[in-house]
């Protein structure tokens, strides 16, 4: 109900702007005039007007423009709306009349005008689609192909571009009048290079494609200049990317042109379009010998970066192509351009990724894996000491993580490494990509207490931005072992706005200990009441959160954490302010969750000795009633936190809904699985699980997965084994606090 009153609401509006528009569109003032057709615009690209408002504009719009004699820039001003809006009308509806829209706009065509006939051409051609099939625009476009005015000549260009593209009749009967008009010599170099540009779509049919490539192969010998040359390959290139059959023989004529052309521009362009080709014919082998040969000989640094563009697509589909070239990539790490250091680090990479993966590569790939962390640490050293570019730093970055994943021995060293490189650094941007890398690397190998202390040091020292200070967070907070003797930043040195950011990173990462007392500061600190109540709040649910971490141990712990989520569900709600309805719902679901999980622990260990108990069928039945209750009410939280995560939330508050939904979700798949014996529960509901929390790097994905990965045995085992084996399961699901 409340949705049909939003769309009677904008029907409503969309009625009085139509009606407002018109008005000022039968206006004497041409000011008037011009913000009525803008305003005529914002109703068409408004996606919630009626189909029947925006039929009516556009008739409007198409009868002011045919009227409007003497003002071209009215039917400018109207052909930028349609150039707008043009392509995203639907005109299957019955609602949309666009045979009198064209009926409107082609009348114009027969005007004196020749600069109206060509705002006219382009205004056709906003509407692909609608014209595809009209023979009438058809010949009005051949026709204007004739004309010995420029303006015209090249709107007609344009709009046989569009009509080339879309309508296979029209191609093919405009194929020999382009031809024609590019051996003439009366049309300029400018206007025939837009004229090859048509040949692009010419794909309809096998013969329209050879007939295109023959025509452009005659006219490069014909005009032999760059600009031709240029076109004609870009041109050919995505032709033959249509027809795919095509591609071998443009490859063979695009290697032949970078061999046999000096001309750098010549060269650069058949690569780059060599390269392009490669990712849609990736089945295509040709001898890699040239090109090994092109990058040692050439002297220019843009005909190295295309070669090596197209090594960096081979290494990503056939690697092995690559191997006699690696010593060459090799020494091109420490060439003096930083993109030719960067694209020959990221072919390594990729080729260690590929000897990584065969058995019999295996000694290759540990040497790759050796020298290639400590060539990227040094090329990053000189990057940092100098000029950077900050895409070279980002892809450096990136290839050290890919090789330090492949090969984990060698993380604790270019950890270290890193680390000393952060003082060095002259810009913000330099420390993120360090920091991104850093945090990757110390999931694989904890940070020592030697470098948790630089970084506490290094935290307080620098002047940096929140992004910089959540990247700081996050590398700090990768768990560590001993987590007591973690070495905090003092409060007193660092600003309320870096306290909060490492503590709500604290949260996401599970350490609410460390968070709870940051907290609690901050609320005493904040002039704002409603900043103070807010931390007051983020203060009691990690306490909560706390005490969950230790209920295995103290089991009377779940009572004092609900009643610090209680205390901060009643502080949250007296908040009157918008933005806290996320808060409220979240911590609502997480007390019921957390009161499931807790009763259907406990009544499985009162129930554990007659939970399989065959001789007695009504207390068994009974069980079971108990347990199918439990599994209803959590399904319902399972529902309702998918029915939050469907509004429009940050990043984090999505994170944290998923994880939770997830667990959830998992408790419902083991007692509906394990206990209720339920098989779809253990295949289907697990793998859809599992698919879902793959992606997931947070620690309670991983936990799920883990415990996903053992159901399949345990429901193997006996009666009375598999309830202990699920009684322990619950005790480490209560252990994964998340908030």
Not at 95 to 109: D, I, Q, T
Request: some cysteine.
């Amino acid at each position: 109900e409340v949705e049909v009153v939003k769309m009677k609401e904008e029907e409503s509006k969309s009625f009085q702007s139509l009606a407002a528009a018109d008005k000022a569109l039968r206006s004497s003032h041409h000011g008037d005039q011009c913000e009525a057709i803008l305003l005529f615009g914002n109703i068409l690209s408004n996606r919630s007007s009626p189909l029947i408002v925006k039929n009516t504009v556009l008739l409007k719009l198409a009868d002011f423009f045919r009227m409007s004699n003497n003002s071209n820039y009215m039917r400018y001003l109207i052909l930028e709306v349609f150039k707008q809006v043009g392509s995203t009308i639907d005109f299957t509806d019955a609602a949309m009349n666009g045979a009198e829209l064209l009926r409107r706009l082609n009348s114009v065509m027969f005007s004196n005008d020749p600069v109206a006939r060509a705002i006219t051409l382009r205004s056709l051609a906003s509407f692909p689609k609608l014209i595809e099939d009209k023979l009438q625009i058809h010949d009005g476009v051949r026709s204007s192909l004739g004309s010995l005015h420029t303006e015209e000549l090249d709107a007609a260009i344009a709009a046989a571009d569009v009509l080339a593209q879309y309508s296979k009749v029209f191609a093919e009967g405009i194929l020999d009048r382009v031809a024609v008009m590019l051996e003439s010599d009366s049309i300029s170099a400018s206007m025939n290079i837009k004229l090859l540009r048509i040949f692009r779509h010419m794909h309809h049919t096998p013969a329209t494609t050879l007939t295109s490539r023959r025509i452009c192969h005659r006219v490069l010998k014909m005009f032999p200049q760059i600009s031709y040359t240029l076109a004609i390959q870009s041109t050919l290139t995505t032709l033959v990317s249509r027809s795919l059959i095509d591609i071998p023989d443009h490859i063979g004529m695009l290697l032949k042109s970078a061999e046999e052309d000096s001309r750098t521009r010549v060269k650069v362009n058949a690569l780059k379009n060599i390269k392009n080709l490669i990712r849609l014919a990736p089945h295509h082998e040709f001898s890699l010998k040239f090109l090994g040969n092109l990058l040692t000989s050439s002297y220019s640094n843009s005909v190295k970066i295309a070669v090596l563009g197209i090594f960096k697509e081979i290494s990503t589909i056939r690697p092995f192509n690559l191997q006699e070239h690696g010593a060459l990539i090799e020494s091109l790490m420490f060439h003096e351009n930083q993109e030719i250091q960067s694209i020959s680090v990221e072919i390594l990479t990729n080729l260690d990724n590929s000897n990584f993966q065969l058995e019999n590569q295996l000694e290759n790939s540990s040497r790759v894996g050796r020298f290639l962390p400590s060539s990227i640490c040094i090329l990053i050293s000189q990057l940092i000491s100098g000029t950077s570019q900050d895409s070279t730093l980002e892809n450096l970055t990136k290839c050290l993580t890919r090789i330090c994943k492949r090969h984990p021995e060698n993380s604790r060293e270019i950890l270290l490494t890193l680390l000393t490189f952060l003082d060095t650094c002259q810009k913000e941007s330099e420390i993120i990509y360090l920091l991104r890398c850093i945090c990757t690397l110390a999931s694989q190998s904890p940070l020592t207490e030697n470098s948790l202390n630089f970084l506490s040091k290094f935290f307080t020292s620098v002047s940096a931005t929140p992004k910089t200070n959540l990247w700081l967070s996050r590398v700090m907070l990768t768990p560590v072992p001993n987590f007591p003797t973690f070495p905090m930043p003092s409060m007193d040195v660092l600003t309320c706005n870096t306290a909060y950011t490492f503590a709500t990173t604290g949260i996401i990462r599970g350490y609410h200990r460390m968070s709870a007392p940051i907290f609690q500061q901050l609320a005493v600190k904040v002039s704002n009441e409603l900043n103070s109540t807010w931390l007051t709040c983020l203060t009691e649910i990690c306490q909560a959160e706390t005490l969950l971490l230790d209920l295995a141990k103290s089991p009377g712990n779940f009572a004092s954490a609900l009643n610090h989520l209680s205390d901060a569900y009643i502080r949250i709600g007296s908040i009157s302010e918008r933005g806290f309805d996320f808060q409220k719902s979240f911590l609502k679901l997480r007390r019921r969750f957390l009161s499931e999980v807790f009763f259907i622990q406990n009544f499985l260990n009162e129930i554990s000795t007659e939970l399989h108990n065959r001789k007695s069928d009504e207390s068994h039945q009974l069980i079971l009633g108990t347990l199918l209750l439990f599994l209803e009410e959590l399904a319902s939280v399972s529902k309702e936190f998918e029915n939050m995560n469907k509004k429009k939330l940050d990043k984090i508050s999505s994170q944290i809904l998923l994880e939770s939904q997830s667990l959830a979700s998992l408790v419902h798949v083991i007692v509906n699985g394990l206990l209720i014996r339920n098989q779809n529960a253990l295949g289907t509901d697990s793998l859809n699980l599992k698919i879902h929390l793959k992606n997931s790097d947070h620690f309670i994905s991983k936990k799920c997965v883990e415990i996903i990965d053992t159901l399949p045995e345990i429901s193997s085992l006996d009666p009375r084994t598999t309830a202990m084996e699920i009684r322990r399961i619950f005790a480490e699901l209560m252990e994964c606090s998340f908030c």
